[in-house]
Each structure stands twice: as C-alpha cells, then as structure tokens.
C-alpha cells in the first residue's frame, strides 16, 4: 500500500482538513474494524481463564505486545502498556527509588507529562536541572555534558518537541547518561509515529509513547523498558506469580515481563487495535511517512516564510524537525486564528501553549501559537489551502 491509496481509509479527511494530529490522530478503517472484531466475536478477559475465548483473546493480547515493541526495535526490552505517555513517564517517576541529593535533568521545551512529574520530586529533596535550548529550539550537546553528573539519576527529553516540532540529539544524550550512569527517558510521543525509532539505536532505558497519537485508540500508551528497572505503581490482579501472606515481607512474589506492570483488567480492545495500527504503520514504510511529512513540512515553512506578519518557531530545516509547525501572526490571538481557519476553510489545527507553558514563557510568547500538525493522510493541496487562508487571516492584522 503506498500513501496515496490510505486516504480511503478515514473518513474525516474527506470533509475536514485535519491538521492536530500532534494532539490525536485520526483512526483507519482497519484499526476500527480489528476492534469491533474483538468486541463482537472475542471478547473475554485476558490471562486469566481455560476456556476458548479467553485463550484467543489472550493470544491476541500477548502478540500485541510483540508487534508494539517491533516497532521500537525492542524485543529484549520490556514493553508494557499504559493508558498514554503521561501514565508511562508518570510510572517511572513513581517506581524509582529516589534519594535526596538525587538529580533529574530535563528542559524548558517539555510537555508538561515530562515535566511536571520530575518537578513532583522536589518534595523529595530530589534537584531538577533545567536545560534551555538555542533560538531554533535544539539543544546544544556541550549543556548536557554539563548538566549530567555523577549524581544525575536521570534525564528525560521529548525526541520532538510537540510545540516546535524539533528532533532532538538522543543518542548523543545517551551516551553521555551511559557515560555517566544515569538513566535516560525518552519522551516518544511525537517522534514514534512519524518515522523510525529504535531503541537499541539510541541507547535509551525507557521510551514512552502514546497509541492515539499513532492511528491507534485513544486511552492506550506504551512504555518500553530496557530492564525490570522499576517498582510498579499498581498491584493487583495479573501481577504475582505467588502470593504467600505469610511468606515474604510483602506476602507476595511479583511476576516477570509486562505482566508485573500491568495490573487489573487491561484496555484489551485498545491494545489489539494499537497493533493493527502499528501493522498498518509498518506497511506503509515509517521511512516513505517520514519522507511524505517532510515534503509537505517544507512546503509549509517555504510559504509561511514569505508571508508578512507571519512568525514560525523552531527549525527551519526539515531534516531536524517534524511536520509539527508553530506560527503566529502580529497583531492576531492564536485562538482567533484557529477559529477563522476552521470558519473559512474547515482547516483544524491547535491554538495556545500547547501544554508547555514553560517553553511558552521562555519564547515569550504569552497567547502561545497555532499549530498546524501534519500526518500520513495530509496532502499537498491541503498545504496549499492552508498557506493560502493564513494569507488572507494575515492580511487583517
Ligand atoms: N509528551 C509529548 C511530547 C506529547 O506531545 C504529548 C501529547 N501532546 C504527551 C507527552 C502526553 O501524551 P498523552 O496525552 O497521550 O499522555
């Protein structure tokens, strides 16, 4: 299957141009259809049964674990599923043995799910080290190097940045974590569904990400382990091998793989139609989806930059950055903006801080931006209408 042809596989493009994938994707017929196929002729509750159903489920749920961790590269790892990227980087910070002293390292460009859980910390005595990026929104390796010490437990950074839509230099970060023992998180959210991640390659210890943002349900996230490293936040229900009240301390003996992590009933459904999603990923190339973006991406930038009034953040150059693109217009509230895009031109793209209220600060943009998103199924001509509208909206300022 090539790009072209998925268009017919979601309905919403063929009457809006939706431009807020960065937010949610947009869901294909056959993700939605492998779905209702469990709910209608398969479904029972996982791991936990004799009977057929449950043993079909059960194969269906496990081989999604598989299919999930493929595409990351990690089947030596430990994929385990969440209900987003904030469930997953929150799991981390909770399930770690933190120290007074101890010290994470982030930076002022991350979304608040990979901020606000470190920044938790601090009623731990933990410190956090803030790191700020150049005028185009990449980091420069040399702050890190700095910032990383012997004491540095950890360091988490989005891979892109969903506000500017940067790429950043992980596996430079990574060895310098490596180097200097501490772990490294990646915030995948916005770099796992646009083209190939792999974990093995950076050198990461943790990578989380979210389904919904990939062409997968909403409510279903991954988190990917190189190690049993932590605690997990819940017990329960799927998660022991043994339990013995009057055995160990705890009275029971935790079980190995995802399955320690994931206690209680899962989102079954959502996980089946994360893999179908990941399949259809895989089928379409992640390498041709991160060409398809680029292309539209600097097609994008090439016409706003000749647009007067029209400001973009980030990168200008399309190999470091996503189609992820962040403007304002002088003199025109980004929510204004929005709204006349979709008025106008049934164009929907996002508008505020975009859950970065510190990068917002920091760029001293207080309304925050627009952000138009681009995904698989964005074509050239729909970067046309938008470029064209954003013309007309500057023309008022
Ligand atoms: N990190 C980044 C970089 C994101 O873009 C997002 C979603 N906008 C999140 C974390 C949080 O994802 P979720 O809402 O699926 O938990």
Redesign the pocket.
């Known amino acids: 299957m090539n790009i072209k042809d998925c268009l017919a596989d979601f309905q919403i493009p063929q009457y809006l141009h939706y431009m807020d994938s960065?937010?949610t994707s947009l869901m294909p017929e056959p993700v939605i259809a492998s779905m209702n196929e469990y709910d209608r002729q398969y479904r029972a509750n996982v791991g936990r049964g004799m009977h057929r159903l449950t043993r079909f489920a059960t194969q269906r749920y496990q081989d999604a674990h598989d299919k999930v961790s493929g595409i990351i590269g990690g089947e030596k790892g430990t994929t385990v599923f969440t209900?987003?990227?904030?469930?997953a980087?929150n799991m981390v910070a909770a399930g770690l043995d933190w120290q007074q002293g101890d010290r994470v390292v982030t930076t002022v460009m991350?979304?608040h799910?990979?901020l606000l859980p470190w920044l938790r910390l601090r009623q731990k005595g933990v410190e956090v080290v803030i790191i700020k990026p150049d005028s185009e929104g990449i980091f420069k390796i040399e702050a890190f190097d700095e910032a990383v010490t012997a004491d540095t437990k950890l360091v988490a950074i989005?891979h892109?940045?969903?506000a500017i839509g940067t790429i950043q230099p992980v596996r430079e970060i990574a060895a310098i974590c490596k180097e200097r023992g501490a772990y490294f998180l990646v915030?995948g959210?916005?770099s796992v569904p646009h083209f190939p991640v792999d974990v093995q390659d950076i050198g990461c210890d943790f990578l989380?990400f979210?389904g919904?943002?990939m062409l997968g349900p909403t409510g279903t996230?991954v988190l990917w382990m190189k190690a049993e490293i932590i605690y997990p936040l819940m017990v329960g229900g799927g998660t022991v091998d043994d339990v013995d009240i009057e055995g160990s301390a705890e009275g029971y003996t935790l079980t190995s793989g995802y399955k320690r992590y994931e206690a209680g009933t899962p989102n079954i459904s959502g996980a089946i139609g994360l893999a179908k999603a990941v399949k259809y990923l895989k089928n379409l190339g992640m390498d041709a989806i991160f060409r398809h973006e680029q292309k539209l991406t600097e097609h994008l930038l090439s016409g706003l930059a000749g647009i007067n009034n029209v400001n973009i953040y980030g990168s200008l150059d399309p190999e470091n950055r996503v189609g992820v693109v962040s403007f304002t217009i002088d003199r025109i509230h980004p929510h204004e903006i929005a709204y006349l895009l979709d008025e106008r031109a049934a164009i929907l793209v996002r508008s505020g801080d975009?859950?970065c209220i510190p990068l917002m600060k920091y760029l001293g943009l207080e309304n925050g931006t627009v952000r138009a998103s681009l995904y698989l199924y964005n074509t050239l001509e729909e970067v046309d209408l938008l470029i064209e509208t954003i013309k007309e909206i500057a023309r008022m300022a």
Do not use: F, L, P, R
């Not at 209900?83 to 469930?87: F, L, R, Y």
């Open positions: 960065a937010a209900g987003n990227t904030t469930e980087i991350e979304h799910s990979n989005s892109v940045s969903n915030d959210a916005q989380c979210s919904h943002k996230g975009h859950c």
